[in-house]
């Protein structure tokens, strides 16, 4: 079965510096990946999805994300990150082609900003 | 467009009770999803429907709970009787073919 790990369950980051969050996937095959932001009370809203083409993906409020076939990863990058970021972060996957399928989720990576 | 509309966002019921969740998907998507966070568990999978039609419920956990699409526009998550155990954030989301989908604002049931 498909399964998601994201290995940090906080990561703490100061106002300004550089933010990795990870995420490995285990399916059969190259599956859709996605990155999806959730602030406290609310729902979840897409950061960047990566589908095929080129393996680094540009997305929302400055983030980018690199597909790693060979280490099964679709880590999340931003080089300085603001207050406004603190949430919690999903990765998610869904079988490629052949319509919907449903995501699977990691269990989510909580991130707090310091000032 | 609206989004996704989920109605309630928040119900507090007793064991026993009839629970029903609503959602209303974004015009024109042909697949529907529904979602259960908990702290324990996580983001899950319950039930998805394409074109009104249930395609997998394989999530759902347990014959209480059932789902519905009579239309494009609406859709019904029952939990009858309700648990405890059910209590969780419920997530709406919609979907066109080939692209991303889109989470309502979910749900927060609890049940005493």
């Known amino acids: 079965a498909q399964s998601v790990t994201q290995p940090d369950i906080h990561i703490t980051v100061s106002e300004g510096a550089s933010l990795e969050l990870r995420c490995n996937y285990s399916?059969?095959?190259?599956?859709?990946l996605f990155w999806y932001v959730q602030s406290p009370g609310q729902g979840l809203q897409l950061l960047l999805k990566y589908f095929s083409g080129d393996t680094l993906v540009q997305g929302i409020k400055g983030f980018e994300a690199e597909f790693k076939r060979s280490q099964s990863s679709f880590n999340l990058r931003k080089p300085s990150v603001h207050w406004s970021d603190a949430a919690e972060y999903f990765c998610a996957v869904e079988r490629a082609g052949g319509g919907a399928d449903g995501l699977t989720f990691g269990k989510g990576t909580h991130l707090i900003i310091q000032p | 467009d609206a989004g996704v509309i989920q109605s309630p966002r928040h119900e507090v019921t007793e064991m026993g009770q009839e629970v029903t969740l609503r959602c209303k998907p974004i015009s024109g998507h042909d697949y529907l999803f529904w979602y259960r966070q908990t702290m324990m568990r996580g983001l899950e999978l319950l039930i998805y429907f394409n074109n009104n039609v249930p395609i997998d419920d394989s999530g759902m956990p347990e014959d209480r709970f059932s789902a519905k699409m009579p239309n494009a526009s609406f859709s019904t998550l029952k939990i009858q009787p309700s648990e405890p155990r059910d209590s969780a954030v419920y997530f709406c989301?919609?979907?066109?073919?080939?692209?991303?989908?889109?989470f309502g604002p979910g749900t927060r049931l609890t049940v005493l």
């Open positions: 989301a919609s979907q066109a073919q080939y692209n991303e989908q889109f």
């Open positions: 399916y059969g095959a190259t599956p859709y």
